[in-house]
């Protein structure tokens, strides 16, 4: 799977499942299929920290991943490893700030997904549309599941980037929980995107379902009330 129009990015996006060897107690890879089979419709190998893997068993990891999401139709995201999706030819890559220029690698990636890592409305409206295919916005409330994490923001900023009219598709991230799932797509994500919610469930299918289920309630409800506005609107 390549580029996606973005209505189908979207949906990619609801409930998107980040993580690496670092975040799970077990096999990665059944983690994966676990929440796969919850309902998970985006996943990102992110293999960072101290004791992440490197070269060939990162690889090799990288590519049992892929293989599952693949099983699934689900596409597989790499993190700042541009020569890594290439060599598994993984549909995307996301980077940050921080990270190899979006415009060298979108030159390299051809039409894989590309995500970007956005902090603030100014980073937002410097993202090039022509480049980036979706905006990973964060951290929305504080983690501790990366170590370099800027100040929480609230998800006020996701709201402010729908006001000015931001279009680039929105995953929220960062100590995004069961019980805050719904403030971030009330603001206006198109998802979120996590780590410990599943990574740290005792049961990591039980938690990608009921989170699914809670940013597809969420969508739904706000489809609705937007109506609801419009309809006022026109009386
Ligand atoms: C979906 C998503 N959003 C943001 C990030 C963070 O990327 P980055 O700022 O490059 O930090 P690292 O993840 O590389 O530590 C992400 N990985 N995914
Ligand atoms: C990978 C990552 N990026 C962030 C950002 O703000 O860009 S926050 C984060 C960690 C998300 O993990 P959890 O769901 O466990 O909080
Ligand atoms: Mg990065």
Do not use: W
């Given at each position: 799977?390549?580029?996606?129009?973005?209505?189908?990015?979207?949906?990619?996006?609801?409930?998107?499942?980040?993580?690496?060897?670092?975040?799970?107690?077990?096999?990665?890879?059944?983690?994966?299929?676990?929440?796969?089979?919850?309902?998970?419709?985006?996943?990102?190998?992110?293999?960072?920290?101290?004791?992440?893997?490197?070269?060939?068993?990162?690889?090799?990891?990288?590519r049992r991943i892929h293989t599952i999401c693949r099983r699934f139709g689900i596409?597989?995201?790499?993190?700042?490893?541009?020569?890594?999706?290439?060599?598994?030819?993984?549909?995307?890559?996301?980077?940050?700030?921080?990270?190899?220029?979006?415009?060298?690698?979108?030159?390299?990636?051809?039409?894989?997904?590309?995500?970007?890592?956005?902090?603030?409305?100014?980073?937002?409206?410097?993202?090039?549309?022509?480049?980036?295919?979706?905006?990973?916005?964060?951290?929305?409330?504080?983690?501790?599941?990366?170590?370099?994490?800027?100040?929480?923001?609230?998800?006020?900023?996701?709201?402010?980037?729908?006001?000015?009219?931001?279009?680039?598709?929105?995953?929220?991230?960062?100590?995004?929980?069961?019980?805050?799932?719904?403030?971030?797509?009330?603001?206006?994500?198109?998802?979120?995107?996590?780590?410990?919610?599943?990574?740290?469930?005792?049961?990591?299918?039980?938690?990608?379902?009921?989170?699914?289920?809670?940013?597809?309630?969420?969508?739904?409800?706000?489809?609705?009330?937007?109506?609801?506005?419009?309809?006022?609107?026109?009386?």
């Amino acid at each position: 799977m390549s580029r996606l129009e973005a209505s189908r990015l979207r949906k990619s996006l609801r409930l998107y499942l980040v993580l690496g060897s670092a975040n799970c107690k077990i096999d990665p890879a059944i983690v994966v299929e676990e929440a796969i089979r919850g309902g998970v419709t985006l996943v990102q190998f992110r293999e960072k920290g101290g004791n992440a893997l490197k070269g060939a068993e990162k690889e090799e990891l990288a590519r049992r991943i892929h293989t599952i999401c693949r099983r699934f139709g689900i596409p597989l995201i790499i993190n700042d490893d541009v020569d890594l999706a290439i060599a598994i030819d993984a549909e995307g890559v996301h980077i940050g700030q921080e990270d190899e220029p979006a415009d060298q690698v979108r030159k390299r990636i051809g039409d894989k997904i590309l995500g970007l890592s956005v902090h603030s409305m100014e980073e937002a409206e410097l993202a090039d549309h022509r480049i980036v295919d979706y905006m990973g916005v964060g951290p929305i409330f504080p983690t501790l599941s990366k170590d370099d994490a800027r100040e929480a923001q609230g998800p006020g900023v996701i709201r402010e980037m729908k006001l000015k009219n931001v279009t680039l598709p929105i995953v929220g991230i960062g100590g995004i929980s069961m019980e805050r799932a719904s403030e971030v797509i009330d603001a206006g994500a198109d998802g979120i995107a996590v780590i410990s919610a599943i990574t740290g469930a005792a049961d990591h299918g039980a938690a990608a379902q009921k989170l699914v289920c809670e940013v597809a309630a969420s969508i739904e409800r706000r489809g609705s009330s937007q109506s609801h506005q419009k309809d006022d609107t026109t009386k």
